[in-house]
């Protein structure tokens, strides 16, 4: 009888840890916006280890501001534990936010390590007179 | 009181002793930091009347450790100012090992730094870049903007090789080219084009995928389903996002989206001027 109660509460915990994240971010990614229409976020490679971080975000009509405040590269052995190596922000990167436009495309090389995997984390920034608009995107993690 | 009877006991033995004893003891009370100062002051005071009836006695060594007895204050106040100095060197000395630790490994943290930027810059833009490290440039196109219109965006991205129909030959009346830019990475081009009429826009959206890759955009809607119009032997997806009508499709390496808060029938037609 302990067993199984042990083991029920062992079960719910999991579910629990598991449940609360995945919920928030889905929930954040599939409501309507006043501030985004189309984004993508995603890395760009064509065979080798070099990659480019890349990330497109078109507003609802013109934006005074537009882009990305942060984008954090992590990296992986296993696809489950990451790893933040590199954090690009618009601090040094000034050109990741647009301004007066409707969209904003914009990547960033790097060297990837073999046999290890990568993603992106972007946390997209929008603004206008309504107010301001962010959401934090992954990309889809891709092996090098 | 107690202290007293031992100071004048002291005093009575003091003055039992030899000028060398005496000079012996007032030595070893001067390198004893704790001692007493009366007690050096008894041995001074029974030297110096020794010496006033057979001078010479006091020797200069003496002389010296009582000149630095009374300036042990002053001595104090330099070697605690020395100790301040060397505390301050040591803090230093730490903080310069830590700021080198941590500038001169940025990559572990993951954090930015200005450690090995160089400035990098073109004719119309400059930024700091690690060596190694590309980042994108976008290009926006110049252009009339009074008698801009569709043609300026089919020039674009017939420019770009494509050859599939996905720029509409037609909008509504009044509607000028206000924005097109172009950016582009090792996977995909990626149009923006802007027309408006007062409050009303249409944004045309040409991703152009070099290899072959699945579509890589997420569009943003609302809880209204999401419909499916044929046009041209191509599937179309029409979607709403808080009063702002979207079309998404592919057709090829291309994928196109459409957004304007005109109208849905507009939009359509708008699609339909494409094929």
Redesign the interface.
Known sequence: MRRIVRCICIVLALSFMLALPVSANSDD?Q????F?????V?I???GGTYF?A?Y?V?G???MQEIGATWM??QESDDGVVWT??????T???P?MI?YN???????????ATSGKCYRLEVNLWAKNSLGTGERT?YSDPVWF | MVNDNRYDLNKRELETLSTADLELLLRAELENGGSDGRVVREIMGILRQRDAENPKMIPQSVEVALDEENRKPELEKTRSKHNAFRQICKIAAVAATLVIVVLGVP?AF???SIVE?VASWTKG?F??IRP?????Q?TEYVFEAEHAGLQEIYDTVSDLGVTVSVVPMWVPDGFTLT?I?V?E????T?V?A?LEFENL?I?L?I?IHK?TCPP????????NSIEKKEIGDIVHYLM???G?Y?AAWVTGPVEG?I?T?TSKEMLVDIIRSIY
């Open positions: 990614n409501r309507a916006s006043m985004f229409s189309v984004y993508s995603y760009a490679e064509n480019q890349c497109s078109t609802k009509n013109t954090e590269i933040t190596v590199r954090t690009v922000t601090e040094f990167y050109q647009c436009t409707i969209g904003h495309s914009w990547w960033f090389g790097y060297s995107v | 990559h993951g954090a930015d930027l833009t930024q700091f190694g490290e590309t980042i994108a976008t924005e830019k950016t990475n090792i996977k995909t990626t923006q802007k826009y944004v959206q991703i290899y890589q955009s997420q569009l943003v809607k609302d809880e709403c996002n808080s702002e979207v989206i957004l808060n």
